[in-house]
Protein backbone atom coordinates (compact mmCIF):
# COMPACT_ATOMS: atom_id res chain seq x y z
CA UNK A 1 0.00 0.00 0.00
CA UNK A 2 1.35 3.33 -1.21
CA UNK A 3 1.52 6.65 1.18
CA UNK A 4 -1.17 8.13 -0.59
CA UNK A 5 -3.26 5.09 -0.43
CA UNK A 6 -2.88 5.07 3.66
CA UNK A 7 -3.58 8.74 3.69
CA UNK A 8 -6.59 8.34 1.72
CA UNK A 9 -7.33 5.73 4.27
CA UNK A 10 -6.86 7.67 7.52
CA UNK A 11 -8.69 10.22 5.70
CA UNK A 12 -11.78 7.98 5.10
CA UNK A 13 -11.30 6.67 8.89
CA UNK A 14 -11.23 10.14 10.55
CA UNK A 15 -14.05 11.04 8.18
CA UNK A 16 -16.18 8.03 9.28
CA UNK A 17 -15.59 8.74 13.15
CA UNK A 18 -16.16 12.11 12.90
CA UNK A 19 -19.89 11.47 11.39
CA UNK A 20 -20.84 8.63 13.54
CA UNK A 21 -19.82 10.97 16.47
CA UNK A 22 -22.28 13.52 14.80
CA UNK A 23 -25.08 10.52 14.01
CA UNK A 24 -24.95 9.35 17.65
CA UNK A 25 -25.22 12.56 18.97
CA UNK A 26 -27.88 14.20 17.11
CA UNK A 27 -29.86 10.79 18.45
CA UNK A 28 -29.36 11.38 21.80
CA UNK A 29 -30.62 15.15 21.40
CA UNK A 30 -33.72 13.80 19.60
CA UNK A 31 -34.46 11.38 22.54
CA UNK A 32 -33.81 13.55 25.34
CA UNK A 33 -36.89 14.13 27.70
CA UNK A 34 -37.57 17.67 27.98
CA UNK A 35 -38.76 18.55 31.75
CA UNK A 36 -42.43 19.34 32.73
CA UNK A 37 -41.17 22.75 34.02
CA UNK A 38 -40.00 23.91 30.76
CA UNK A 39 -42.91 22.39 28.90
CA UNK A 40 -45.27 24.40 31.06
CA UNK A 41 -43.30 27.44 30.83
CA UNK A 42 -43.80 26.95 26.88
CA UNK A 43 -47.23 26.45 27.09
CA UNK A 44 -47.32 29.92 29.45
CA UNK A 45 -45.29 31.75 26.65
CA UNK A 46 -47.55 30.60 24.01
CA UNK A 47 -50.64 31.78 25.82
CA UNK A 48 -49.03 35.09 26.48
CA UNK A 49 -51.16 36.77 24.18
CA UNK A 50 -53.91 39.29 23.45
CA UNK A 51 -57.10 37.70 23.62
CA UNK A 52 -59.44 40.28 21.82
CA UNK A 53 -63.68 40.00 21.14
CA UNK A 54 -64.70 42.75 18.64
CA UNK A 55 -68.07 43.83 18.13
CA UNK A 56 -70.13 46.97 16.40
CA UNK A 57 -72.44 48.81 18.23
CA UNK A 58 -74.56 51.36 16.18
CA UNK A 59 -77.07 54.29 17.97
CA UNK A 60 -79.10 57.25 17.33
CA UNK A 61 -79.21 60.15 19.97
CA UNK A 62 -80.68 63.29 20.45
CA UNK A 63 -78.54 66.07 21.56
CA UNK A 64 -79.11 69.51 23.13
CA UNK A 65 -77.73 72.24 25.39
CA UNK A 66 -79.67 75.16 26.62
CA UNK A 67 -78.57 78.93 27.57
CA UNK A 68 -80.77 80.91 29.69
CA UNK A 69 -80.71 84.68 29.73
CA UNK A 70 -81.28 85.63 32.92
CA UNK A 71 -84.49 83.47 33.17
CA UNK A 72 -86.04 84.97 30.33
CA UNK A 73 -84.75 84.02 27.03
CA UNK A 74 -83.56 80.59 26.47
CA UNK A 75 -81.06 80.03 23.19
CA UNK A 76 -81.12 76.27 22.28
CA UNK A 77 -78.80 73.96 20.09
CA UNK A 78 -79.69 70.55 19.50
CA UNK A 79 -78.90 68.17 16.28
CA UNK A 80 -79.14 64.61 15.67
CA UNK A 81 -76.49 62.64 16.24
CA UNK A 82 -75.51 59.33 14.84
CA UNK A 83 -72.86 56.76 15.71
CA UNK A 84 -71.35 53.75 14.80
CA UNK A 85 -68.80 52.16 17.02
CA UNK A 86 -66.05 49.31 16.59
CA UNK A 87 -65.49 48.21 20.25
CA UNK A 88 -62.50 45.58 21.80
CA UNK A 89 -62.86 43.85 24.92
CA UNK A 90 -59.24 42.93 25.39
CA UNK A 91 -57.55 41.19 27.50
CA UNK A 92 -53.56 40.97 27.60
CA UNK A 93 -52.36 37.84 29.01
CA UNK A 94 -49.06 38.81 28.75
CA UNK A 95 -49.46 40.46 32.31
CA UNK A 96 -50.70 36.62 33.40
CA UNK A 97 -48.62 35.95 36.42
CA UNK A 98 -48.06 32.26 37.48
CA UNK A 99 -45.81 30.36 39.67
CA UNK A 100 -44.28 26.51 38.90
CA UNK A 101 -44.37 24.34 42.34
CA UNK A 102 -42.40 21.24 40.46
CA UNK A 103 -41.50 19.67 43.99
CA UNK A 104 -45.58 19.00 44.11
CA UNK A 105 -45.97 19.81 40.51
CA UNK A 106 -48.73 22.16 41.02
CA UNK A 107 -48.76 25.27 38.62
CA UNK A 108 -50.68 28.38 40.38
CA UNK A 109 -52.16 30.99 38.35
CA UNK A 110 -51.96 34.25 41.30
CA UNK A 111 -53.41 36.49 38.80
CA UNK A 112 -55.75 37.06 35.58
CA UNK A 113 -55.49 41.04 33.69
CA UNK A 114 -58.82 42.42 33.91
CA UNK A 115 -60.68 43.02 30.52
CA UNK A 116 -59.74 46.33 29.08
CA UNK A 117 -62.55 47.78 26.75
CA UNK A 118 -61.88 49.75 23.84
CA UNK A 119 -64.40 51.68 21.92
CA UNK A 120 -63.58 53.91 18.56
CA UNK A 121 -66.99 55.94 17.88
CA UNK A 122 -67.68 57.61 14.32
CA UNK A 123 -69.62 59.79 14.83
CA UNK A 124 -71.65 62.01 12.46
CA UNK A 125 -74.18 65.37 13.54
CA UNK A 126 -77.46 65.80 10.79
CA UNK A 127 -80.29 68.26 11.45
CA UNK A 128 -78.41 70.92 13.42
CA UNK A 129 -80.45 73.73 15.03
CA UNK A 130 -78.44 76.45 16.79
CA UNK A 131 -78.81 80.17 18.00
CA UNK A 132 -76.96 83.36 17.07
CA UNK A 133 -76.00 83.28 21.33
CA UNK A 134 -75.26 79.37 21.19
CA UNK A 135 -73.63 78.03 18.71
CA UNK A 136 -72.22 74.44 18.11
CA UNK A 137 -68.43 74.71 19.22
CA UNK A 138 -65.43 72.15 18.97
CA UNK A 139 -66.17 71.51 22.81
CA UNK A 140 -69.64 70.42 22.17
CA UNK A 141 -68.01 67.96 19.77
CA UNK A 142 -65.71 66.67 22.50
CA UNK A 143 -69.21 66.42 24.52
CA UNK A 144 -70.85 64.53 22.22
CA UNK A 145 -67.39 62.04 21.83
CA UNK A 146 -67.36 61.36 25.74
CA UNK A 147 -71.15 61.15 25.87
CA UNK A 148 -71.18 58.39 23.39
CA UNK A 149 -68.25 56.16 25.14
CA UNK A 150 -69.81 56.36 28.19
CA UNK A 151 -73.15 55.25 26.91
CA UNK A 152 -71.34 53.13 24.82
CA UNK A 153 -69.78 51.75 27.36
CA UNK A 154 -72.82 51.04 29.70
CA UNK A 155 -74.43 49.32 26.96
CA UNK A 156 -71.29 46.78 26.59
CA UNK A 157 -71.81 45.89 30.24
CA UNK A 158 -75.47 45.29 30.02
CA UNK A 159 -75.11 43.20 26.28
CA UNK A 160 -73.59 39.61 25.68
CA UNK A 161 -70.07 41.12 24.09
CA UNK A 162 -68.80 40.93 27.44
CA UNK A 163 -69.92 37.50 28.09
CA UNK A 164 -68.11 36.35 24.86
CA UNK A 165 -64.79 37.46 25.87
CA UNK A 166 -64.95 35.98 28.95
CA UNK A 167 -65.53 33.01 27.00
CA UNK A 168 -62.52 33.41 25.04
CA UNK A 169 -60.17 34.43 27.77
CA UNK A 170 -61.92 30.76 29.12
CA UNK A 171 -60.53 28.85 25.83
CA UNK A 172 -57.11 30.47 26.05
CA UNK A 173 -56.82 29.64 30.01
CA UNK A 174 -57.60 25.37 29.28
CA UNK A 175 -54.60 25.45 27.23
CA UNK A 176 -53.18 25.43 30.51
CA UNK A 177 -55.49 22.73 31.85
CA UNK A 178 -54.88 20.15 28.86
CA UNK A 179 -51.06 20.52 29.32
CA UNK A 180 -50.83 20.53 32.91
CA UNK A 181 -53.74 17.22 33.01
CA UNK A 182 -51.42 15.35 30.46
CA UNK A 183 -48.21 15.70 32.47
CA UNK A 184 -50.05 14.56 35.88
CA UNK A 185 -49.59 18.04 37.66
CA UNK A 186 -52.41 20.21 38.99
CA UNK A 187 -53.98 23.51 37.78
CA UNK A 188 -54.82 26.11 40.55
CA UNK A 189 -56.47 29.77 40.24
CA UNK A 190 -55.24 31.21 43.56
CA UNK A 191 -56.44 29.12 45.99
CA UNK A 192 -59.15 27.06 44.02
CA UNK A 193 -58.44 23.67 41.74
CA UNK A 194 -58.97 24.40 38.74
CA UNK A 195 -60.22 20.69 37.36
CA UNK A 196 -62.28 21.13 34.46
CA UNK A 197 -62.69 24.07 32.44
CA UNK A 198 -65.98 24.93 34.14
CA UNK A 199 -63.95 26.22 37.16
CA UNK A 200 -62.78 28.84 35.40
CA UNK A 201 -66.08 30.00 35.17
CA UNK A 202 -67.01 30.15 38.19
CA UNK A 203 -63.34 31.34 39.67
CA UNK A 204 -63.63 33.92 37.13
CA UNK A 205 -66.00 37.14 37.81
CA UNK A 206 -67.58 38.43 34.99
Known amino acids: MTKRSLLFAFVCMLFGGV ?27 NVSKLVVNEAKI ?19 KKALVVVNADVQIV ?3 SKLEYTIDAANKIVKITHIPTEEIKIWPDVKIYD ?19 NVKKQFKAKILKSNIQANAKNRLISELS ?15 QDKNINQTSDFTSALPL
Do not use: C, H
Open 91 to 93: YDL
Open 128 to 146: VEESRFNTFEGADYNAIQE
Open 19 to 45: LTFYIMRKVDKENEVVPDTELIQQQMK
Open 58 to 76: AQIYNYKDQKSFMNLMSFD
Open 175 to 189: KFLVVTKSLGWSLRY
